[in-house]
T-cell receptor
């Protein structure tokens, strides 16, 4: 079946605006993850959803960041009052078995 | 202090060369060690190494895990220009209840004709 999909692929916004990024995981994958990758840096864990359990939000950098997931399907990552340091590629991944995560194509966010 | 450290940060080789990429990790709550290849935006899964599988091979790529010395290597033989990418290493853990991966900064491999 289809892999992980993300939308939009690119987003340019002005400082102070809110943005929503969407992730569609692989069907049947119970776990979903969001990561951030700044230019030239490794992947930074943001948040993890597993089934109906409370999400692991330990990686969210500030209260401007939030994420929701509907059941075991779509997730949205929301960044409020965007700042220039939020500019990065935001990657979503899903998995069924522990650890083997499959990544989407990412959303490149540019905050002017 | 970084928990997953990759070296070198970048590497330039000629087609046909063999390369070895290194990854060191922490022992705390180790569960698995993963390698990904990142060409544009999306990392693609290569290998996962655990206590029960410390050596993996797929075509020209192979990886081993040394649990005593806390490192893993990724070998690529007979490199091709299509191998040019950033190679990411990640440690799975901590804890059985959390599937968080901690990534290193990656090794940028450039294969020139």
């Amino acid at each position: 079946g289809a892999g992980v999909s993300q939308s939009p692929s690119n987003k340019v916004t002005e400082k102070g605006k809110d943005v929503e990024l969407r992730c569609d995981p692989i069907s049947g994958h119970t776990a979903l993850y969001w990561y951030r990758q700044r230019l030239g840096q490794g992947l930074e864990f943001l948040i993890y959803f597993q089934g109906n359990s409370a999400p692991d939000k330990s990686g969210l950098p500030s209260d401007r960041f939030s994420a929701e997931r509907t059941g075991e399907s779509v997730s949205t990552l929301t960044i409020q009052r965007t700042q220039q340091e939020d500019s990065a590629v935001y990657l979503c991944a899903s998995s069924f078995y522990p650890d083997t995560q499959y990544f989407g194509p990412g959303t490149r966010l540019t905050v002017l | 202090e970084d928990k997953v450290v990759q070296s070198p940060l970048s590497l330039v080789v000629h087609e046909g060369d063999t390369v070895t990429l290194n990854c060191s990790y922490e022992v705390t709550n180790f569960r698995s060690l993963l390698w990904y290849k990142q060409e544009k935006k999306a990392p693609t899964f290569l290998f996962m190494l655990t206590s029960s599988g410390i050596e993996k091979k797929s075509g020209r790529l192979s990886s081993i895990l040394d649990k005593k010395e806390l490192f893993s290597i990724l070998n690529i033989t007979a490199t091709q220009t299509g191998d040019s990418a950033i190679y990411l290493c990640a440690q799975g853990g901590p804890g059985a209840g959390s599937y968080q991966l901690t990534f290193g900064k990656g090794t940028k491999l450039s294969v020139i004709p």
